[in-house]
Structures are given as structure tokens and as C-alpha cells.
């Protein structure tokens, strides 16, 4: 029998039509008069699949006869937003399917709307993973994006009574139709049990005894590059339990309970913890992190390597690219591999795992470094203890070879930590490991150097690089404003949206008045789609003519809302008594998006004063409608799409040297809207790269923070200092917020007065003298268009599609294919 290779439909309407109709009624039971929209959007979502089919088929095929180097992206995160346009544009069959469906009777925009979005991530470090297999893709890089299918993703947020309470996110409820199962490539994962030596015909080996497993079932999503028809590919694991799932822990032979102990297994991909940063040791974190590196590396080598391929090659035909330190598990995992199954030497296996495994860091926050007790790492994984221990043990004889037998820096250096109990520290795991170590912006990674990992850098200072991080400008530019991304194509041409840096072209339309005038109608008509989508989500609508002021982002206290806060809370004052004349205030729309950790009290607090706030200040008639504060529910990728490209301007007001780096500061550049902000994370770079005269800086710099930290840092007296933040804090604890009762907010004002762990108070007057510029330069309308458009024209640099150039030339060493 001759096998038909596989063909995509015909890529014209007709064809498109019919593929769409015949999906309707052979995948989803209905004619198209019986379809309701969610069937609709089902048969469209496979009838772009049925198009990029054959070449996801050619790609994995190439990938195993071709001894390109391959990518794999090791993330417990992906935060991917809405699948269907993305994979329209990157199919170019956005045009055809509008046209084809429009035949069918059905508005397109109708089924876009249907689409939950897979939020498998929390914040930056999961939207950036899939930011970077967006270009990789677009680049041609043979990429495999490696992570977990969670069967809830980051919960959906609600208020009651300006309060976040959590929902579950249960994305998979209407249909995934962007994955595949593969249950006959599923690994089987083990863990805990005990480790024993035997004799392997006169080796002495270990082997490690597990006591349970469970099986880690792949689905596969499409990850097309734009218009270059190559179709990677992102293998998400999910949790089944074995047939031969070992009960004896759990079972007293009761059949039923035997079959719910089933789900002890099952709950590895039941759910990503929704916490940021503050890792809190759980053992099932643990478990999903050895659940999906054990499964990912194990299937890079058994299903993508040739079955003859000798392992001493790893490193030229593999990196393995540690996103944060929650893959780490992978170095003594690979070493049990090479080791205990393959049966290298030990020293040689090191080579090997040194070669394929590189590290970057996203954080500079001291509690947000993850660390796991020997004991519960012990227990799950008592093999990769031991591996971790001589991995250690070998490490400081090389320090002291280097330095000496100095006890301090020894302890200092040591994987394991003593206190305040024995401990494992996975970033330190990962230097010694890596073959580079990256920080995310140039400022973090000089902290990095310095500070946090600064004896590791004295004894490799090459290992040490920075990546400054980039965003996808097909998503976040192309997709999320089309208005703009016409005036721009037609203004430089298309190439633009995989050239970024081309967008310096606009440098020169920046004095023209027509083209200022194209652009900032723009912004009009993007300010008009996003209150759309607020009403649409039962929110207020925007004000027309107002300034939009927007901070989204994870809701933490090094991030500095409470800032945010202060500053509206002082406008208002100011009006209402006086100090202001409200002619001088411009109006303004805050707009805030953030979910705050479940369990994080203090960034709940938070949320309740925005929203306390927000109420009292929008109603009051004495500010005459100047100010306004929108907070919709449950900002996630989909609505940042909105946002962003409606926003004038972009809050980005972190305590220098906390945030690493930031990304959505480089989608509000791009799309238009001018910083206010500190020089902290990636704002260094924006600034310099649009100019201070087109960025409103404020603020301590890192080492003014130091200083004052050192010198002993006192909130009070900046509270006496400072008649405006008096005023405004006295309003709060006076219960102006909290229909009199001063209990409420109390918590917040006391740790603002007498902690203040993120100097919001220091940096108070700062800020607020730079609100003052913000309000005069928009004044000036003009002047204002003008530097939203430099902005756009000088941040190419933020493409994520450069951060993979670094990487690649950098740390990976490998090349795009053919
Ligand atoms: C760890 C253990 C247990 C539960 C959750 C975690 C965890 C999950 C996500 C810890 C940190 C997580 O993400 C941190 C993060 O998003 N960092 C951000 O990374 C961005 C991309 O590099 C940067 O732009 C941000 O500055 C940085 O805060």
C-alpha cells in the first residue's frame, strides 16, 4: 500500500471552507445549522492544525536525520495566551479564514472570543518562555519547549467586596484543540524507595530502587514560526497513574480505595502553584519539577536522538537551558542517567552534563531563591541526594585548590546549606552545573556578578553572561494593535515584524505633523477596542480624553503598587483640599492588572486598598471626574493584548535592584507609551535606548538603596518630611477608604511607617515630583505624540527575537537549520 503523504488543504477559501465544514461534522457531530460557536471554534482551531500539519511532520522527521543542535527549553512555566490568531498569522491564513467563515455566515471575531487562554504560567518568567519558542521558531532553531500540561492553570481572579478571591482555571473544560496525546511515548517516573550497591560483573555500581511511579503522558502543541512554515514543538507532560501503580503505601486490599489512591499520582499535573517568587518547599512542587525534567530528558535521548548515538556527543547535539532554578533536579538526574543506567564514569558523565546544561536567573530577591531540605529531597530522590553530595564534595575541593582552606567562603559556597536546617540551594546547583550562568538585563546580571553569585564569578568569571530578555513583537505589536502595525508597514514595509530594529525608520516620521496625527488616532481607537473589552468583562468604561496610566503586572511589594497608590491617593487630597488647583491636574484613568499569590496576606491588603481607593476617588464629584481607577478582575495575557496598546503611560516603579528585569515595560514602549520609572531591571536599557527626554526617571539607584539600607533606613521620617505623604497616609489610617473604620488598613500603614522593606516612602516625593513632569509634558500634546513615537522606533532592541541571537551566540552554540 502506497502511504499518502500528508498535504495541507488548499490554502484558498473553497478550500478553507471545506475543511472547515467537514472538521465541523467529523470531529465535532453537528452541521453547521446545529453548531453552536464553541463547536465553530473547534472545527477552526483543527482546520488551522489540518494546514500546518505537514510541516510539523517535516520538522520532527528533520530533526531526528539532521545532527543539528537542538534547543530544549527546560520551563515548569509557559504562559501562552490565545492560541487561534497567533497561529493564523503565523499560517498567513488570517484573510482566507475571515473570508471562508464570513461564507459560512459566521463572524470570525465571535469564535476569537470563545478561546480560553492555557495560562500555564504565572507571571514574566512564563510569558518569556513563550516569547523565546515564538522566535525560535521564526528563527528556524531546531527548539523543543519541555514543561508540564497543568489541568488548572493560574486560577481566574475575582473581587468581593474589593477582596481577590481564586477560581479555578479548568481550561481544559470546552476542548484543547491545540494538543495531541502521545500515550505511547509516555516515560514512567519513579520515586523515593532506597539506593543500593550491587556488582556489576566486578564494578561496584548504585542503583536506585524506587518505591512508586507514575507515567508522564506528552502532548504536543504546534509552535509555528511566522510566515517561515516551520512548525516546532512544545511537549507538555501530563500525570497518569501506572497500571502497576504501587499501592502498598496507601492500600489495606480494598479494590476501590486502591483505584483512588490512583489520584495521588495523577495530582503531579493537577495544578501550578500560583506563587511568584517565596518558594515554600512543597514536596508536589518538587514532585513536578523531577516529573517533568525526568520525562523531558529521558525523551530528548530515547526519541529524538538516532538509537545508536553515543552519549560522549551530547553536548553538540543538545543544551538544555534551565529556566529559573526549577529544572535543576535535571543536572543529578542527567548524571544518574549517564551513570547509573549508561554506565559512564563518573568523571567522564560530568564532562558531559557540564556541556548540555546552561542556567539563567530571574531573580535578585534572597527568599525567592529556591532551596529543598535534604531531608524531603532525601526521601523523594534519595539517589540524586547522593549524586548532589559528591557533585558538592568535588566542587569544594576545587575551591580549595583555587583559594585555599578558607571555612568561611567553604561554607559560604557549599550546594549544601546548614541553616537554619540542612538544605539544598538549586541556584548554587546550577552554577556549579551550567555551562553559563545569565542574568535577564544588564543591571541584574551585574548584581548577579556581584552580589548573589559573586564568589562563583571570582572563580569562573566567564561563566557569567547577560541576556537582556525580549518580547515576541509578532504577539505583542502585530497581533495585539493592528491599527498601529498598518501605519507602521506602511510607512517601512512589512519586514519589520521580523527585523525589529527596523522600527528606527519611524525616527524620522516623529517630526512629521500627518504622521503624528495617524499615530495618535491610533491610540484613540485603541483606548475605544480596550473599553470595549472592559464592558464586555462587566467593568466601567474608559473616559474619553483621558491620560491612560497603567501599572500591570504580579501585585508584590517590591514592585511598589502601594506607590502607585500613595500618588492617587495624594492627587485626590490635593484636589479636595486645596493644595491642587484641579486646572493643573490632568485627567487620568489608573488602570491596575494583578493577581496576588493566595497566600501572600500583605499583596491581598494591597488589592483591597486599590479597590477601596478606586471606589471613593472615581464617585467623588469634587474631583469632577479627573480621576478615575480601574481595576478589572483577572488580568492575564488576553487582556494585556488590550491594554497595552491603549496605554499613554507605563508604571514601572520597582526599588532599583529588585525587579530582574521586567518585560512588560518593553511591550508598553513598543506599543507607544512613555515610562515613568526607576532605574531598575531592563528601564536602564529602555532609557537609554529612547532617550531621557522620552522616559521619566525617578527614584534611589541601586547603590543610594544600599547606602540608605546601611546607614539605617528610617520610613517615619520621610512620613515627617514630606507634607504630601503625610497627608496621604493620615487619609488611609483616617479610614477615608474603609467607610471610617481605621482597623482595616492599618496593617498596610503600620508596615509602611515602621518597615517599609521596599523604600516606597523614600522614593515618595521623588515620584511624585515626576508625576508633575508627566502631567506638564502631557499637556503638550504634540511633544507627548512625538516621544511615544521615538519610543516605538527605538525599542526594536526589546525583540525577543535578538534575546535569541544572544543565547544562540552566547550560551547555546547552535545555529537555525535550513
Ligand atoms: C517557585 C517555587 C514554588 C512556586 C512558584 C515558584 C516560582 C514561580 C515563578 C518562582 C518564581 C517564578 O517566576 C519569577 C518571575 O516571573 N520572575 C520574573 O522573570 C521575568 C522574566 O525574566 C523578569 O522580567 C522579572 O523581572 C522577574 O520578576
Same mark, same amino acid.
Given at each position: 500500500l502506497a502511504i499518502a503523504p500528508v498535504v495541507a488543504p488548499a490554502a484558498s477559501v473553497d478550500g478553507f471552507a471545506k475543511q472547515f465544514l467537514q472538521n465541523l461534522n467529523f470531529d465535532q457531530g453537528v452541521t453547521l445549522s446545529t453548531s453552536d460557536v464553541n463547536d465553530q471554534y473547534l472545527a477552526l482551531a483543527y482546520t488551522v492544525r489540518d494546514y500546518l500539519m505537514a510541516r510539523w511532520f517535516d520538522d520532527r522527521a528533520q530533526q531526528k536525520t539532521q545532527q543539528a543542535k537542538t534547543v530544549c527549553y527546560l520551563s515548569a512555566e509557559y504562559l501562552l495566551g490565545r492560541q487561534l490568531d497567533n497561529n493564523l498569522l503565523a499560517a498567513r491564513l488570517t484573510d482566507i479564514a475571515t473570508e471562508a467563515l464570513a461564507q459560512c455566515g459566521i463572524d470570525i471575531d465571535d469564535l476569537r472570543q470563545v478561546e480560553i487562554e492555557p495560562g500555564l504560567g504565572n507571571g514574566g518568567l512564563g510569558r518569556l518562555a513563550a516569547c523565546f519558542i515564538d522566535s525560535l521558531a521564526t528563527m528556524s532553531v531546531p527548539t523543543i519547549g519541555y514543561g508540564i500540561r497543568y489541568e488548572y492553570g493560574i486560577f481566574r481572579q475575582a473581587f468581593a467586596d474589593g477582596q481577590q478571591i481564586e477560581q479555578p482555571d479548568a481550561w481544559l473544560r470546552m476542548g484543547s484543540p491545540w494538543d495531541f496525546a502521545h500515550p505511547e511515548a509516555a516515560q514512567t517516573i519513579s520515586f523515593a524507595g532506597t539506593t543500593e550497591t550491587y556488582d556489576d560483573d566486578g564494578v561496584e555500581r548504585t542503583r536506585w530502587v524506587p518505591e512508586w511511579n507514575v507515567l508522564a503522558v506528552p502532548y504536543n502543541m504546534m509552535v509555528p514560526g511566522y510566515h517561515n512554515g516551520r512548525v516546532n514543538t512544545l511537549r507538555l507532560w501530563r500525570a497518569v497513574a501506572t497500571n502497576a501503580f504501587d499501592l502498598h503505601t496507601f492500600n489495606s486490599g480494598d479494590y476501590v480505595q486502591s483505584v483512588r489512591a490512583q489520584t495521588f499520582a495523577e495530582n503531579?499535573?493537577? =495544578?501550578?502553584?500560583?506563587?511568584?517568587?517565596?518558594?515554600?518547599?512543597k514536596e508536589l512542587r518538587l514532585q513536578q519539577q523531577y516529573f517533568f525534567v525526568a520525562a523531558s530528558i529521558a525523551d530528548f535521548i530515547?526519541? =529524538?536522538?538516532?538509537? $545508536?548515538? $553515543?552519549?560522549?556527543?551530547l553536548p553538540e547535539r543538545v543544551i538544555f537551558q534551565l529556566n529559573d532554578t526549577h529544572p535543576v533536579i535535571g543536572v543529578p538526574e542527567l548524571m544518574r542517567v549517564l551513570v547509573d543506567e549508561k554506565k559512564l564514569e563518573w568523571d567522564a558523565a560530568w564532562a558531559i552534563t557540564q556541556k548540555c546544561f546552561a542556567y539563567t536567573c530571574h531573580t535578585l530577591l534572597p527568599e525567592a531563591l529556591e532551596v529543598w531540605s535534604v531531608d524531603l529531597l532525601g526521601r523523594l530522590l534519595p539517589r540524586h541526594l547522593e549524586i548532589i553530595y559528591r557533585i558538592n564534595d568535588e566542587f569544594l575541593l576545587e575551591v580549595r585548590e583555587r583559594f585555599g582552606d578558607d571555612e568561611m567562603l567553604i561554607r559560604n559556597m557549599s550546594i549544601i546549606g546548614e541553616h537554619p536546617y540542612r538544605s539544598v540551594r538549586m541556584a548554587y546547583l546550577a552554577t556549579v552545573a551550567g555551562s553559563k550562568v545569565n542574568g535577564v538585563a544588564e543591571l541584574h546580571s551585574q548584581l548577579l556578578r556581584d552580589n548573589v553569585l559573586k564568589d562563583f564569578a571570582a572563580m569562573w568569571p566567564d561563566k557569567f553572561t547577560n541576556v537582556t530578555n525580549g518580547v515576541t513583537p509578532?504577539?505583542?505589536?502585530r497581533l495585539a494593535n493592528p491599527d498601529l502595525s498598518a501605519l507602521i508597514t506602511e510607512a517601512l514595509g512589512a519586514g519589520w515584524t521580523v527585523d525589529l530594529e527596523r522600527l528606527r525608520g519611524l525616527e524620522a516620521l516623529a517630526d512629521d505633523a500627518d504622521f503624528r496625527e495617524r499615530f495618535a488616532a491610533v491610540k484613540v481607537s485603541n483606548k475605544r477596542r480596550l473599553s470595549r473589552v472592559l464592558e464586555a468583562r462587566g467593568e466601567d468604561a474608559l473616559d474619553d480624553g483621558h491620560m491612560l496610566d497603567v501599572m500591570i503586572k504580579r501585585l508584590h511589594e517590591y514592585k511598589r503598587q502601594t506607590l502607585k497608590v500613595l500618588h492617587i491617593v495624594s492627587t485626590y487630597e490635593g484636589i479636595v483640599s486645596g493644595r +491642587?488647583?484641579?486646572?493643573?491636574v490632568q485627567a487620568r484613568t489608573f488602570l491596575f492588572g494583578a493577581k496576588a499569590a493566595p497566600g501572600y496576606g500583605m499583596a491581598k491588603r494591597i488589592i483591597h486598598l486599590i479597590n477601596a481607593v478606586g471606589e471613593v476617588v472615581s464617585a467623588d464629584e469634587r474631583v469632577q471626574g479627573k480621576l478615575k481607577v480601574l481595576y478589572p478582575a483577572n488580568y492575564n495575557v488576553t487582556l494585556a493584548e488590550s491594554i497595552i496598546p491603549a496605554a499613554d503611560l507605563s508604571e514601572q516603579i520597582? +526599588?532599583?535592584?529588585?525587579?530582574?528585569?521586567?518585560t512588560g515595560n518593553m511591550k508598553l514602549a513598543l506599543n507607544g507609551a512613555l515610562t515613568i520609572g526607576t532605574d531598575d531591571g531592563a528601564n536602564v536599557e529602555i532609557r537609554k535606548l529612547v532617550g531621557d527626554d522620552n522616559f521619566f526617571l525617578f527614584g534611589m539607584s541601586e547603590p543610594e538603596v544600599e547606602a540608605l539600607w546601611a546607614e539605617g533606613y528610617r520610613p517615619a521620617d520621610f512620613y515627617q518630611g514630606d507634607e504630601r505623604l503625610r497627608s496621604a497616609i493620615d487619609l488611609i489610617a483616617a479610614g477615608a477608604f474603609s467607610g471610617g473604620d481605621r482597623t482595616v488598613f492599618e496593617p498596610l500603614v503600620s508596615n509602611l511607617l515602621y518597615e517599609d522593606r521596599f523604600m516606597a516612602l523614600a522614593d515618595f516625593s521623588s515620584y511624585l515630583d515626576a508625576q508633575d513632569r508627566v502631567d506638564a509634558a502631557y499637556a503638550d500634546q504634540d511633544g507627548w505624540v512625538r516621544a511615544a513615537i521615538l519610543n516605538v522606533a527605538r525599542s526594536g532592541y526589546f525583540s525577543s527575537d535578538r534575546a535569541m541571537r544572544d543565547y544562540l551566540e552566547r550560551i547555546w552554540h547552535a545555529t537555525p537549520v535550513s
Open positions: 503531579i499535573s493537577k =495544578v501550578l502553584y500560583p506563587e511568584d517568587s517565596t518558594p515554600q518547599g530515547e526519541n =529524538v536522538l538516532p538509537g $545508536d548515538f $553515543d552519549l560522549e556527543q509578532r504577539r505583542f505589536l +491642587l488647583d484641579i486646572a493643573d520597582s +526599588l532599583a535592584g529588585k525587579e530582574a528585569s521586567g
